[in-house]
C-alpha cells in the first residue's frame, strides 16, 4: 500500500485527435492523472466518420457505447463486422486488427474507452495495408 500517492479529480477539458483520425476527450491517463496500468477516456464519432484500422499491441480495450452506434470491422483482413448500440460494451483484446466507424446520416456516436495502455497512444499501431477493404458508404 502506497499511502503517498495521491486521487486526482481531472476535469473535463481539450481533447486530441488519435492516430486513428479519431477524437477523444481527455480522461485519465498517465499523462493527465500519472496512471500506470489504465487509460480512459471518451470518444468521439461524427456522423459519417470513421477511424483508420489499427491495433494496440499488448494492450486490451474495452468501450462503453453512451449514444448512437458504431461498426466495426476486426480481425485479420478486417473479416469480421460487429455493430455496437447505445448501451452495449466492447471487448477488443491486445494485438487485434480493428476499424471503428459511424455509418449515421445523422447520431454521433460517443462512447467511453478503458485501456490497459496508460498511455493515451504509445500502444497504436497503424495499419494502412487494411484501411481501404471497408468502404465509406453502407452496402
Known amino acids: 500500500m502506497d499511502s ?5 479529480v481531472v476535469r473535463a477539458g481539450q481533447g486530441y485527435e488519435g ?3 479519431l477524437a477523444y ?4 491517463s498517465a499523462e493527465s492523472a500519472g496512471a500506470r496500468g489504465l487509460c480512459l477516456h471518451t470518444l468521439v ?14 494492450h486490451e480495450s474495452a468501450i462503453y457505447v453512451i449514444e448512437g452506434e458504431s461498426e466495426m470491422w476486426w480481425g485479420d483482413g ?3 463486422h460487429e455493430i455496437a448500440h447505445a448501451g452495449d460494451f466492447v ?5 487485434v486488427p ?3 466507424a459511424n455509418r449515421s446520416d445523422t447520431v454521433t456516436m460517443t462512447a467511453v474507452i ?18 481501404g477493404l471497408i468502404p465509406d458508404e453502407p452496402g
Do not use: F, M
Open 4 to 8: 503517498s500517492a495521491e486521487c486526482r
Open 19 to 21: 492516430k486513428q483520425a
Open 25 to 28: 476527450g481527455s480522461g485519465i
Open 45 to 58: 464519432i461524427p456522423p459519417g466518420g470513421r477511424g483508420k484500422a489499427h491495433l494496440h499491441e499488448d
Open 78 to 80: 478486417l473479416a469480421h
Open 91 to 95: 471487448y477488443i483484446p491486445a494485438g
Open 98 to 100: 480493428h476499424l471503428p
Open 114 to 131: 478503458a485501456r490497459t495502455d496508460p498511455n493515451e497512444q504509445e500502444s497504436v499501431v497503424l495499419l494502412p495495408e487494411l484501411d
